[in-house]
């Protein structure tokens, strides 16, 4: 009996694949079976032997006032956190493209939080917004009432500027890398055509940094719903209510071993970050389209 002989371009279509393996095997294993099993917890009413509810679940998380608490805190803080954040490194991105003494060392200066751990950040947010911290003793000097800034209304500020502190230097970084990719002749032509700054950086400088910006958006959007680290370190299990966030809920669910609402939590989560940034894709393309 003769084999069937396999043509040389069959063995180089089968080598791409052969290199994928590896990393295919530990996505399917450690992603796509937990991904695919977490789904199943969340229709059925008990991970031992449990009956299948459907819907039920998430229901019922719907109309669970913690939860529902938890996604109002995370949806105020993406919506005010985004757009500050875009703010912020754009304008540092745009003092950091010009050519000023210094500007190597407050580059430098931005992006060192990326660097750090976020223990040891939290460890200096604590210090400083505690109820006997540095930022409670100038107030103190001004003879000023000290604020429990962690244990009430300005809590929700107070994770703002961690927030901050920690994002704006990578996406100046990407700001800087976007601006130094327009060609300086579009900046030339415009001055002779008598364009003031306004107007360049409304029709030069903000047209192509649109997908730059759009990458930014995203990053910032899904790094605000990881901000849960520094909260939970900051604030501890239960924090104030105005940082009651979706991530809480969660590893309080999860405490509690209720993989019900857990993971129906988690999907819940999940479609409305990959609404949002699908939802992204199409205004971009349909920005791109109006550029071009």
């Given at each position: 009996?003769?084999?069937?002989?396999?043509?040389?371009?069959?063995?180089?279509?089968?080598?791409?694949?052969?290199?994928?393996?590896?990393?295919?095997?530990?996505?399917?294993?450690?992603?796509l079976l937990p991904f695919m099993d977490g789904f199943f917890y969340s229709l059925v009413d008990s991970p031992l032997n449990g009956n299948f509810?459907?819907?039920?679940?998430y229901s019922e998380l719907l109309r669970n006032p913690s939860f529902l608490t938890a996604l109002a805190n995370t949806g105020k803080f993406t919506?005010?956190?985004?757009?500050?954040?875009?703010?912020?490194s754009l304008g540092v991105a745009l003092l950091l493209n010009k050519k000023i003494q210094g500007s190597n060392f407050f580059r430098t200066l931005?992006?060192?939080?990326?660097?750090?751990?976020?223990?040891?950040?939290?460890?200096?947010?604590?210090?400083?917004?505690?109820?006997?911290?540095?930022?409670?003793?100038?107030?103190?000097?001004?003879?000023?009432?000290?604020?429990?800034?962690?244990?009430?209304?300005?809590?929700?500020?107070?994770?703002?500027?961690?927030?901050?502190?920690?994002?704006?230097?990578?996406?100046?970084?990407?700001?800087?890398?976007?601006?130094?990719?327009?060609?300086?002749?579009?900046?030339?032509?415009?001055?002779?055509?008598?364009?003031?700054?306004?107007?360049?950086?409304?029709?030069?400088?903000?047209?192509?940094?649109?997908?730059?910006?759009?990458?930014?958006?995203?990053?910032?959007?899904?790094?605000?719903?990881?901000?849960?680290?520094?909260?939970?370190?900051?604030?501890?299990?239960?924090?104030?209510?105005?940082?009651?966030?979706?991530?809480?809920?969660?590893?309080?669910?999860?405490?509690?071993?209720?993989?019900?609402?857990?993971?129906?939590?988690?999907?819940?989560?999940?479609?409305?970050?990959?609404?949002?940034?699908?939802?992204?894709?199409?205004?971009?393309?349909?920005?791109?389209?109006?550029?071009?």
């Open positions: 009996m003769k084999w069937p002989k396999i043509s040389a371009k069959r063995k180089i279509n089968l080598l791409p694949w052969l290199f994928l393996g590896p990393s295919l095997t530990g996505f399917a294993l450690f992603y509810v459907g819907l039920r679940n919506l005010v956190c985004v757009p500050l954040n875009m703010l912020f931005f992006i060192t939080p990326l660097v750090i751990p976020v223990a040891s950040v939290v460890l200096v947010w604590q210090a400083f917004f505690d109820i006997n911290g540095v930022l409670n003793s100038f107030i103190h000097a001004l003879n000023l009432q000290p604020v429990d800034w962690l244990k009430s209304e300005w809590a929700r500020a107070a994770i703002l500027v961690a927030y901050l502190w920690k994002n704006t230097g990578y996406s100046m970084v990407l700001f800087l890398a976007g601006l130094q990719s327009i060609p300086v002749e579009y900046y030339e032509a415009a001055r002779i055509d008598g364009a003031g700054r306004l107007q360049e950086f409304l029709r030069i400088t903000l047209i192509y940094l649109t997908p730059t910006a759009f990458f930014v958006f995203v990053i910032s959007t899904i790094n605000s719903f990881k901000v849960f680290r520094e909260t939970y370190l900051m604030a501890g299990e239960y924090p104030h209510s105005s940082i009651y966030m979706l991530q809480h809920y969660m590893n309080n669910m999860f405490t509690a071993l209720d993989y019900q609402k857990l993971t129906s939590a988690a999907f819940i989560m999940a479609a409305f970050i990959v609404a949002v940034v699908l939802l992204l894709f199409i205004v971009e393309r349909k920005i791109s389209r109006l550029i071009n």
